[in-house]
């Protein structure tokens, strides 16, 4: 979630406003969809009858990394109520990048490149987010008044945002020694029937609606009522989660595209 006006392309104003720019939930998002788009391609949580991961290495990740897809759901919510208190919050964006730390930019397409090195992938991608918190880490030390004081909030946000090569490896270390490559359940990112391409359709828009339905319940936090745009969302999330079990037994990764706003 980017917390900038939208069409702003960048933000300078003051060390306050610089590290809300940088804290945005923007690549958190984007994490979302990459954990869940490597558990997808894993077998989901599918059981192995109906084209899950046998018990073993690949059912552990898989289930790990739809863990952390879910604990990064929390993280943005904390992070965006704490950034709240700047700013009201926009639209339900991603990030398109992010650099590591030699400055190569990773391309933040989910599992973009090959699927038999998503393993390197994942850990490249954590260690570029933790990086990028490590650095707001000294300007966040600032005094706790005056006007660009920080809440208590924003300050665990930072804190707590350099734990992802962790959990990275709490979904990757039951892979390790393992060929991924014959534990890739669901690869093919285009269905080929019209069946498939409906499904593909489903999953796409239902996908929107939930980003649509989360903008709208951050965006009204303090204002009108969001029990309706919460309950809007997590309706969506339930049906994209039986989505995505439909394509996975199709052997289909879900594209999850950005959304549309």
């Known amino acids: 979630m980017m917390v900038v006006p939208r069409g702003t392309t960048s933000y300078q104003p003051g060390p306050r406003s610089r590290c809300r720019w940088s804290l945005s939930g923007a690549v958190y998002t984007e994490l979302i969809v990459e954990y869940l788009s490597v558990s997808c391609a ?9 084209g899950g991961p046998a018990d073993g290495p690949g059912r552990a990740a898989a289930a790990a990394a739809k863990n952390e897809a879910d604990f990064l759901m929390l993280r943005v919510a904390a992070l965006v109520r704490a950034l709240s208190a700047l700013r009201p919050t926009g639209g339900f964006d991603r990030a398109i990048e992010i ?6 930019k990773i391309f933040l397409e989910p599992l973009s490149g090959r699927l038999e090195d998503l393993a390197d992938r994942e ?3 954590a260690a570029a987010v933790d990086a990028r918190y490590a ?3 000294p300007a966040m030390a600032v005094s706790a008044s005056g006007e660009d004081a920080f809440s208590d909030d924003l300050r665990a946000a930072v804190q707590n945002g350099t734990n992802h090569a962790s959990a990275a490896s709490a979904v990757l270390d039951p892979l390790a020694g393992q060929p991924i490559a014959g534990l890739l359940l669901a690869t093919r990112r285009f269905g080929s029937t019209d069946g498939e391409k409906a499904l593909s359709q489903a999953s796409d828009r239902t996908y929107w609606l939930l ?4 903008a709208n319940f951050y965006g009204s936090l303090g204002g009108d009522d969001p029990g309706v745009f919460r309950a809007a969302a997590l309706n969506a999330m339930d049906i994209l989660n039986l989505l995505n079990a439909a394509m996975v037994h199709a052997k289909l990764l879900p594209s999850f595209p950005r959304p549309r706003f």
């Open 123 to 125: 850990r490249g991608i």
């Open 99 to 104: 650099a590591d730390a030699s400055g190569t």
């Open 135 to 137: 650095r707001l880490i």
């Open 211 to 214: 980003t649509g339905a989360l």
């Open 42 to 50: 894993l077998g989901y949580d599918l059981a192995g009858a109906d």
